[in-house]
Structure formats: C-alpha cells, structure tokens
C-alpha cells in the first residue's frame, strides 16, 4: 500500500508543482505531516542535501523522501513517478507551443503561476522556521547569511555550503 501513496503523491507533486524543484516543498512538507514519513528536521535536510547535490532539487528530494520512506524499491517510485508529469507535458507542450505562445490568457495564467509558487514557499519556510526560531545559534547564523547575501550577492550555493559547515561544527 505504500508504494501505491508513494507514486500517487509523488506524481501529484511532479503534476502540481510549477517552478523549479523549490516548489516542490510545500508537498513535501504536506506528506510530511499527512503520512508521518519523515520529520520536518529531515524535510530540512533532504532539501539542504538536495540543494547542494547534482541534479534538479525536485528530483533529488523524491528520490531521498522514497528512499527515507520504502527503501531502494520507493526511491525509484517516487523519482520516476514525479518525473512522468513532467515528461508528458513536455510532450503535449512541444506540440503546440507555437499556436499558444501569443496567446492571452496562457500569459496571464502563467504569470499568475509566479506568485501562488512564492506564497507556497513562504508558507512552507515559515513553517520549517519556527522549530528553530528558539535556537539563537540558528537565527545568528541565518542573519549573517542574509546580510552577507545581501552584500556579496555571490550564488545562493555558496551560502547553503556556510551554513552547512557551521551547522555542523555547532553541533559538535
């Protein structure tokens, strides 16, 4: 039964999530409360590790949740299944992209896309904030990297593999 869960959710999120592989976290973080299959300090290090990771962050999260989930066997159910959406559209898409491209209401419908997917990972990162917002190790460190992203506006990558190093090293 739960590899049935694992490629119905995971082909929901492949069908639902417009924007990139972040998009894909307030999913993440449904299943997470829904099903129980892994905790939001993993969710946490599923995208840290996925975000750093070759690949598409989409994907690498699917394939560490299946895994974290069933094993090998759900590892493959959950990427493949969140990777099928995405390849049939692809294929619908390329077939008549020529005669909607121009089109009005495909405009605006994916310019109406752009702020439901930021308001979704707001939401989510709220969320995945509040456990830590009592670790003042934690918050320290989170303003240091905004105010040092802000300034050096160098790849947000860089930043992810600071606070990486210094999480670590805080835990020690």
């Avoid at 119905?8 to 976290?25: D, K, Q, V």
């Amino acid at each position: 039964m739960i590899y049935l869960l694992l490629i119905y959710e995971f082909f929901m999120i492949g069908l639902f999530s417009f924007g990139g592989g972040y998009a894909t976290i307030p999913f993440l973080y449904h299943i997470s409360e829904i099903y129980g299959w892994y905790s939001l300090d993993e969710l946490t290090q599923m995208v840290a590790v996925a975000s750093i990771t070759p690949g598409p962050v989409g994907i690498n999260t699917a394939t560490y949740a299946g895994l974290k989930t069933s094993g090998i066997l759900g590892s493959l159910l959950a990427t493949t299944s969140e990777m099928i959406p995405s390849f049939i559209l692809v294929i619908i898409v390329s077939k008549i992209l020529n005669k909607f491209s121009e089109n009005f209401y495909v405009k605006v419908l994916l310019e109406t896309l752009k702020p439901i997917g930021c308001a979704l990972l707001a939401s989510v990162a709220v969320g995945l904030l509040k456990p830590t917002l009592y670790d003042y190790k934690a918050m320290i460190l989170l303003g240091i990297l905004i105010l040092l992203s802000w300034r050096s506006k160098k790849d947000p990558l860089y930043y992810l593999l600071i606070s990486g190093i210094v999480g670590i090293l805080l835990r020690l």
